[in-house]
Structure formats: C-alpha cells, structure tokens
C-alpha cells in the first residue's frame, strides 16, 4: 500500500490543532478526575500488558509483539483478544519512549480509547456485512424470480442521472440503454436481496458492462459475477483511467445519496461491497483529497487511525539528519534501495525481533563501512516500511472474503 506521508504528517498536526481542549474540559467531558484518570491509563496499559503475557506476545520490542501477534492471528483470526491487541498496537503510541507528563499520558489515554471504540465498532459492522455477503453469494447460486412490477419512474430517474458520466453519455436517446435499465430495475426490485443492496449493484454493472447495456439488446448481467472481486490498476495513472476511476467513485457517491433514504436499501452493507469488491475505494484513498464519505475497507480504516508513530522502531538518531544525507548522497542511497530485496528484510526484522545488533549487516551495504550511522538508519527504515506492511495486510485476516 503507498501513501503520502506528507500528507498524513499534514493531516496529523491540522487534527490535532483543531482536537486540541484544554485538559480541565478534557476531564470534564469525560466525567473523570484526575486521579481517576491517571488510574484508568494505568488500568488500560496494564490491561495490555496482561493480554500479551496470557497469549504468550513477546513485549521486549514493537518488532517481536508484532510479529508474534501475526502469528497468532494468522491462526485464530476470529479470537476478539487478539483482534484488541491488533487494534491497540495500531494505535498505541508509547512503545519506545514512555511519556512521563502524567496530563500527556492522560490525553494519550483518552484519545486512544477514542479511536480503539471506533476501530472495534467497525470492524464488527465489517464482519456483519461480510456475513451478510455470503448470504447474497449462496443466494445467488439459485435462480431468480422475477415478478411483473412497474419501474419506469425509478428508471427515467435513474436513467437522467447517470448520463451526466461521461463513459454513459452516448445513451442519450438511447433506447437499449433505457429499456435495459428498467429491466435491470425489475430483476433487482423482484428480490428483495438483492434490492437491499441496489445501490451497489447498479454501479457494479454500469462500470463493468457499460458496453454492455449500452449496445446489447435484453442485456441481464450475470448477478453472481458482480458479487466477485474487480481489480483494476490503480498505482498508474494514464489520464484515462484516472477519469475513468473518477466517475465510477463518483456514480457510486450519487448513487447511495439517491437511495439514502428508501427504508429497503441497506446503505451499510452497500457500502461494504463497494469498498471490499473492488480496488477504487483504495484508489481514491491514494489519489484523491480526502472525503471519508467514500466507503473504506477495514485496512484503510486502521491506516486513518493508526498512530502516527506506528512502526517507528528506533528513533534515536541523535543529530542525524537522514533526509539530508538522502539529498547529498542520492546515489549511495538508490543503491541502498537496490540492495534491500525482500529476503534481506524480512533477515532484518528477524533480527530487530530478536533485539539482534544490525551494525554487521549495515556494513555490508555498499558503502556502509564509510557511512555506518545512515547505513543503520536505512536498515531501520526499512524495517518500518516492511511491517507497516505485514501488519496492515494482517487486517485482511479478519475480513476474508
């Protein structure tokens, strides 16, 4: 997964500029004391603590609960303690450097609780969506029924909205177009399944096989196929299909206000689909300006509320300057970067779990014996970028589809 970092340190400072509230109105709004609040993040950290020691987790470094975090999920990823530990390493900033400000710890507290309540009420509205999907998908497998119901005036409607896309706007007058999007209507509206999710599956069709209801006469696509994962190349963009990306998001925006308020629509669970069905929830999270309207899946949830240290591992540098050895020594660390393949850094993170000395391995690096210090730093960094990784495709696991 790429992300502007930049752009996340940005977002980080506004927030926290705008969330800022002076620490008597934080316990006020809270219903805490002092005492009872220096108490309660005692209480939660140890609480912690006492997890990791029950589900034998390492604690003697971020790398090694991590890694033996993963390794237990990867076995039990339905286990709800383990699933908290997940939420709470995410988001839990204190690993390396232990605040010592009681009021700091406090507010640390507080606003973790925060994000730990929002990211569990999320994840178990995610695994109830995925629950009911598998219902849809064994659904499908029967056939449908369909019944003789009237929807010319949800289609004309419909049918005005969506040729403001430009990828429709040749159906103007088109009258396979129309008809096909009325009978698309009728097959959706006679089952009551299927009509919970209508949202979804309108878009679903109309940018896959926009082709297809423009130009075939009594086209009914194969429901069971929009059910199943789309991917599409997000990490390259060539004008045309960052357009294109643009106004398939934006049909499925317009799409789930237009059925916001019809009782029979389940907007949750619609949005789940889009989300977890195809890559362009992803790709506007990348691309895009932020607008948490758009539906996200669970990994991007966790990266929005993941503390802005994770996966700092080491961050004592001293008056090292790693971006600045970067610029004037550009080509040592291309190098660098060259050398690094994926059997070297997992090598590394092995070593970080075991609290092993990466001195030796950053000398043989090209150049590392002149530039030990950066050498390490890079090794370091690497590490980071590897299980930030590891650990946000390990989210995955509590969300298969």
């Not at 109830?128 to 003789?148: C, E, G, S, V």
């Not at 009551?192 to 009594?218: C, E, T, W």
């Not at 991007?300 to 008056?319: A, E, H, N, Q, T």
Request: hydrophobic content about 35%; proline content about 3%; aromatic content about 14%.
């Amino acid at each position: 997964m790429d992300y502007d970092l930049d752009y996340e340190i940005y977002k980080y400072i506004n927030e926290q500029a705008e969330q800022y509230v002076p620490f008597r109105k934080l316990l006020k709004n809270n219903n805490l004391t002092f005492s009872e609040a220096r108490q309660k993040a005692r209480d939660f950290k140890a609480n912690f603590d006492n997890l990791l020691s029950e589900y034998h987790i390492g604690n003697n470094n971020l790398v090694r609960i991590c890694c033996d975090l993963m390794e237990k999920i990867n076995e039990n990823p339905n286990n709800s303690d383990l699933q908290y530990i997940y939420i709470f390493i995410m988001t839990y900033s204190g690993f390396l450097n232990e605040i010592k400000s009681p009021e700091q710890q406090i507010r640390n507290y507080i606003n973790q609780n925060e994000r730990i309540q929002e990211l569990s009420d999320f994840l178990k509205s995610q695994i109830k969506n995925r629950d009911k999907l598998y219902k849809i998908q064994k659904h499908l497998k029967n056939a449908l029924h369909i019944r003789n119901i009237n929807c010319s005036e949800e289609s004309d409607l419909l049918y005005k909205i969506t040729l403001q896309y430009y990828f429709l706007y040749g159906s103007s007058n088109n009258k396979i177009y129309r008809d096909n999007l009325e009978s698309l209507l009728i097959h959706i509206n006679s089952d009551d399944i299927l009509k919970s999710v209508k949202p979804y599956i309108i878009f679903a069709v109309l940018s896959r096989k926009h082709g297809m209801i423009q130009n075939r006469a009594d086209f009914i696509p194969n429901f069971q196929t929009l059910f199943q994962y789309q991917t599409y190349n997000i990490m390259t963009d060539n004008g045309k299909n960052f357009n294109n990306y643009q106004s398939y998001t934006e049909l499925y925006e317009n799409l789930r206000r237009f059925y916001a308020d019809d009782k029979e629509i389940d907007i949750e669970l619609s949005d789940f689909c889009f989300s977890n069905l195809c890559s362009l929830s992803e790709w506007y999270y990348i691309w895009c300006e932020p607008n948490e309207e758009i539906p996200m899946n669970f990994i991007r949830k966790v990266y929005s509320l993941k503390s802005i240290s994770f996966p700092m591992i080491c961050d004592d540098y001293g008056d090292s300057d790693i971006s600045e050895f970067e610029t004037e020594h550009s080509e040592i660390y291309e190098i660098w970067e060259k050398t690094i393949n994926p059997d070297m850094a997992e090598e590394l993170l092995n070593m970080l779990c075991n609290s092993t000395d990466i001195s030796k391995l950053a000398e043989k690096l090209p150049y590392g014996k002149e530039y030990p210090l950066y050498a390490e730093i890079f090794l370091y960094q690497s590490a980071e970028i590897l299980l930030e990784e590891k650990m946000l495709r390990t989210a995955e696991k509590f969300i298969e589809i």
